[in-house]
């Protein structure tokens, strides 16, 4: 009996010191700053988003990849990725350049939005 507590305990204790692993982080801030037109293909609308990304932490962060999804109110108009990668060092910022798409749906679904008694032509 004695030897099943000293496992649990044991569990206990790594299971309390494997969340002294993860440092508390506080969230990146994530700025629009420019916006660049970009060839669209048919229905869409491509921009080239730059966004200024803050870390206010003092450890840097690393990335490999970007993505994101823009919404405005709330609501969503775009979305991009990119393959960059790199690192925002301590208490630092830079700014990205992600390729979002803005489908012709999703403006759409903004104007009837902003203006409720729009409605398009069948």
Same mark, same amino acid.
Do not use: W
């Given at each position: 009996m004695r030897s099943i507590h000293a496992v649990i305990l044991s569990l206990l204790m790594l299971s309390l010191s494997a969340?002294?692993?993860f440092p508390n982080r506080d969230p990146v801030n994530i700025n629009v700053v420019g916006i660049?037109?970009? /060839?669209?293909?048919?229905?869409?609308?491509r921009?080239?988003?730059?966004?200024?990304? /803050?870390?206010p932490?003092?450890?840097?962060?690393?990335?490999?990849?970007?993505?994101?999804?823009l919404e405005v109110n709330g609501q969503p108009l775009a979305s991009g990725?990119?393959? /960059? $990668?790199?690192?925002?060092?301590?208490?630092?910022?830079?700014v990205l350049t992600?390729?979002?798409?803005?489908s012709?749906? $999703?403006?759409?679904?903004?104007?009837? $939005?902003?203006n409720p008694t729009f409605q398009a032509d069948s």
């Amino acid at each position: 009996m004695r030897s099943i507590h000293a496992v649990i305990l044991s569990l206990l204790m790594l299971s309390l010191s494997a969340c002294a692993l993860f440092p508390n982080r506080d969230p990146v801030n994530i700025n629009v700053v420019g916006i660049e037109p970009l /060839q669209g293909q048919d229905m869409e609308v491509r921009f080239a988003l730059k966004i200024r990304v /803050q870390n206010p932490n003092e450890t840097p962060i690393d990335y490999n990849g970007v993505a994101l999804d823009l919404e405005v109110n709330g609501q969503p108009l775009a979305s991009g990725v990119s393959d /960059q $990668s790199g690192s925002i060092p301590r208490f630092s910022e830079t700014v990205l350049t992600v390729p979002v798409s803005v489908s012709a749906f $999703s403006v759409l679904r903004r104007i009837r $939005s902003v203006n409720p008694t729009f409605q398009a032509d069948s």
